[in-house]
Structure formats: C-alpha cells, structure tokens
C-alpha cells in the first residue's frame, strides 16, 4: 500500500491527487463543472455532476501516475462546504440542484429569523451567524419549494449532505450517511458544546432530524468503497472540510497558528485548540478536526470571493485569456492608481456579514487602465484577507507571527507581496501549495497507519518562500482607508 489517494472536490472543479509518504503529488487530474445561475444571487451545481467529475479524476489520477487501486492505503475527502444536497435514499438521486454556499436566495429568511431574535442562539449554539452561506437555510429552502419533499423528508425517505456526504454515500454503495465534525459544524445545526445536532435548531426551521447523516472523525476507518467504484474496496478514512484540511495540511497543530488558504473564496483559520472559543468580531468558531476522539476547534474568517474575482475578470469580461495573465498585467502598474475593487458579487463574509453588499469598482479616471483594474482586483483579495486577520488578533488578544499561505492564488508573488505589507507580519509559502489535498490525505493516511503520528507530517512540511513586509506604516494606513472608504460604498446595496 504504496500510496494516499485524495478527492478534492472544490467549488469550481473536482480534482483527485495521489499523495507518497514523503508527502509530494504522484499523480494528479482535474474537471471543471458548471455552475448554474438560475437567477442574480442564484448559485447551482448539478450533483450528478460532482460524483461524475470526482470519479473519473480519481480514475485519471491513478492512470497518470500509473499506481493500481491495490496500491491505495486509503481515500481522504475533502469537499466545498456548506454546500447543500438532498437525494432520494432509494434511488440515490438528487432532489434539486445543489445550492452552493456562495448562494444567497435564504439571505431573506435570515433576517426573518434575525428579527425574530434568534440570532444569538444559534451562534451561541453552533459559532456561526445567522447567514444564507451555511446549510441549514438552503436546506430548509429545498424542503419547502420541492414539491412533496417535507412530508418524503419526515417520513425518512430523504437524506441531506454536504458535498463529502453525497460522494460518500455514492462511493459506498449507498450503505453509509456520514459527515465528519469539520462540516457538520457549518450547517447551522449542529451544537458545537455538546456534539451533537439539536433538536431546538432543527425545530426552528422545520427540518426533521431522519435526513441528518450520522457524524463521525475526521480521521477514522468509516467506510470502504464498493466493488464497482475503482475496482476494488478501498478504506476511506479521513473526511474534512476545506479549510479544515488546509489547516491540517498546514500543520497547524499548535493553538495559535494561522493558514489562509486563496481559492475561489479566501478562508482564514486559527488554531485555538480543544475547547471552542467565542469570536466578540463576527468571526466564527468552527470545528476543525476530529481525531484520536479528540476534537480540535478553530477561529475562521470566510471571505467570499477571492480568487473567483480573477475568473471573473477572464470570463465575463475578457480582461484576461488566461488566469496567469494577471500577474505581468498587474505588474505593469506601480499600484491601482487609486482605484479600489471590492468583489462583493455575493455579498460580504467575515467580519462584516452583509448579503446585500455588491461588487464595486471605484476611483477610475481617465488614466485609469487594463493594468491598474487587475491590480486593484488582487489588492481587493489582500485587503479582505487583512480585515479577517485584524478581527482574529483582536479575538485571540495575541498578535499573529507569521501567515502560512496555500490554494492557487497563492502562487501570485505580487499578491503575496501586496499582503504581507498590509499585515505586517511574514507571509509563509510552503513548497506544496496543494494543502487542502494534503490535509486530507493525511487524515487519511494517520487512520490507516501510512504515517505514524503528526511529528512525522510535520517534518515533511517545507517552506518554498518567506514574503517579509517592506511597506512604511503611513503608506499602508493610506491604503486601508482608502479601502474603507470602497467598503462603504459596496455596502447594503440591493434590495432587501
């Protein structure tokens, strides 16, 4: 048993990475999928679509590294979170379309709820606030707009998932309705103090308790693959969210260390150790790891769109042709000139939560040019990731020493650069940016003995560059008030 095998389902493409014991990609594979806008705020996916595209990188993968199922100690999943999918136990198929966490169509009922006065509990329950980007609104959404689909619900003929639940009970067989703690803590359900779903939330919003999947470790035997998925039945054995696995991937082990992970969204996590703590900066507070019937727990600011801004700029405006592009074409410029994009095309995350907020393109001139619009679309990235940080030291009342970096975006020397002068503080990259790949291989790799402990993960973690600050503090305090001010006026924009 030569190898790990990690399914990486992300927002934008599935991707499969096959993973030695010293840590480095034997082989890898990926698909785009489409994403499916039925109207403004709307996000879709095809869930048929994700098991497809994950099945048949995972098949690629093994190919291209020319390693056979024989060879596979174990799968570690790690999925989009928050995504939300409810399927007919006895057909396996979906009821509707995935809705994507970036979707806002429950913003509404949340402040239904949020008026109600609910609010405080259900973020002194679960760590969260009471946002349309967590499960259990979507889930409640599908319930009451599918025709039929409460009284099928409560007569136990439905279950709900998140991405990893779906692609588990499908590379089961259909035997196993599982979710570890790292995503069961982000559907607004479950009690983080008592491990547990609860009984009060599920009743607040008319969710019956027979489509919740069992919860379980993040890194544990639960499951093996059926016969006809790669030929053959292969323990799956580690399940985590994301940017649970990043921070795993990471070694962020010790409470206080810190990753932030650049994908199509930027997400933030603290360490904070065995007991979860309570953010007074509109942060949440989030499982990060079950293991060894230990659960670790973590700080997390979310910010929404990321390096989704630079497809963005590709696709819809054909600014770029390719997404590399943008570097040079930022690096022709000084700086944005004044010019401040704040890619609030879903709203705002951490620390602000306001689903009303819209993307901004701000301070253009006539001068203004192609190479200061995509400048100030990676500043827009930098500046979120800043805010989160601000609000996380204020909540850890311990400053942040270094910021460990991963995820695609996290390539750009231009905006790890840009980022680490507004921080103050070093910017980490490590040799493999493939950590949220890696986390989950090694939750999965611990649970089936191919490394032995987190001091043998840990010493094959390698720096590849240290970005230090060189920004004069009144420079760097010019330029977050300047993206203040575009803050402000992203801000409460559509109609409630």
């Not at 989030?286 to 590709?314: H, K, P």
């Not at 819209?358 to 930098?382: C, F, K, Y």
């Not at 980022?419 to 989950?440: C, F, K, N, W, Y």
């Amino acid at each position: 048993m030569a190898y790990i095998l990690a399914l990486d389902q992300g927002t934008t493409s599935s991707r499969a990475l096959i993973f030695d014991r010293a840590g480095n990609v034997k082989g890898s594979a990926q698909q785009e999928f489409r994403q499916i806008y039925p109207r403004a705020g709307w996000i879709e996916h095809d869930p048929r679509e994700i098991l497809a595209s994950q099945t048949g990188v995972a098949a690629q993968a093994l190919t291209r590294a020319s390693v056979s199922p024989r060879d596979i100690a174990a799968i570690g999943i790690t999925n989009q979170r928050e995504t939300t999918i409810v399927w007919d136990r006895s057909t396996g198929l979906p009821i509707h379309n995935a809705i994507v966490w970036q979707d806002r169509r429950t913003a509404a009922h949340c402040d239904q709820l949020r008026e109600a006065g609910s609010e405080p509990l259900f973020t002194r329950k679960t760590g969260l606030v009471l946002d349309a980007y967590f499960s259990g609104t979507k889930l409640h959404w599908i319930l009451a707009n599918v025709p039929g689909a409460r009284d099928k619900a409560r007569a136990g003929q439905l279950a709900f998932g998140t991405v990893d639940t779906w692609l588990i009970w499908h590379l089961s067989g259909g035997k196993l309705h599982f979710t570890d703690t790292s995503n069961a803590s982000r559907t607004l359900l479950y009690n983080l103090q008592e491990g547990c779903w609860d009984e009060e939330l599920l009743e607040i919003l008319d969710i019956p308790k027979s489509v919740l999947p069992e919860v379980g470790p993040s890194s544990g035997i639960i499951a093996q693959t059926a016969g006809d998925i790669f030929a053959g039945h292969i323990p799956i054995a580690g399940v985590a969210g994301d940017q649970q696995a990043a921070l795993f991937g990471q070694c962020c082990f010790t409470p206080g260390m810190v990753k932030n992970t650049y994908g199509t969204g930027c997400f933030m996590l603290m360490n904070t150790g065995g007991q979860p703590r309570v953010s007074h900066n509109r942060l949440l507070t989030t499982a990060a790891w079950t293991r060894e019937n230990r659960t670790s727990y973590a700080l997390e600011g979310s910010v929404f769109v990321g390096g989704a801004v630079v497809q963005w700029l590709r696709d819809a405006l054909g600014v770029l042709r390719t997404s590399a592009e943008i570097e040079p074409l930022a690096a022709s410029v000084a700086d944005s000139d004044g010019v401040y994009f704040v890619p609030a095309f879903t709203g705002l995350g951490s620390p602000h939560w306001d689903p009303y907020a819209r993307g901004t393109l701000i301070g253009l001139t006539r001068g203004t040019t192609r190479g200061h619009v995509a400048r100030a679309a990676l500043d827009g990235i930098a500046y979120q990731v800043a805010d989160v940080l601000a609000a996380m030291q204020a909540d850890a009342g311990i400053p942040v020493t270094e910021l460990r970096v991963d995820g695609g975006a996290a390539a750009n020397n231009l905006l790890m650069q840009f980022q680490a002068d507004l921080l103050g503080v070093p910017v980490v990259r490590p040799r493999q940016l493939e950590s949220t790949a890696q986390g989950a291989a090694y939750l999965a790799g611990l649970a089936a003995g191919y490394w032995q402990d987190e001091a043998e993960i840990k010493s094959l973690w390698k720096v590849e560059r240290v970005f230090e600050p060189s920004m004069e503090a009144a420079r760097r305090a010019q330029f977050l008030a300047g993206w203040k001010k575009a803050l402000g006026r992203a801000k409460d924009w559509a109609d409630k």
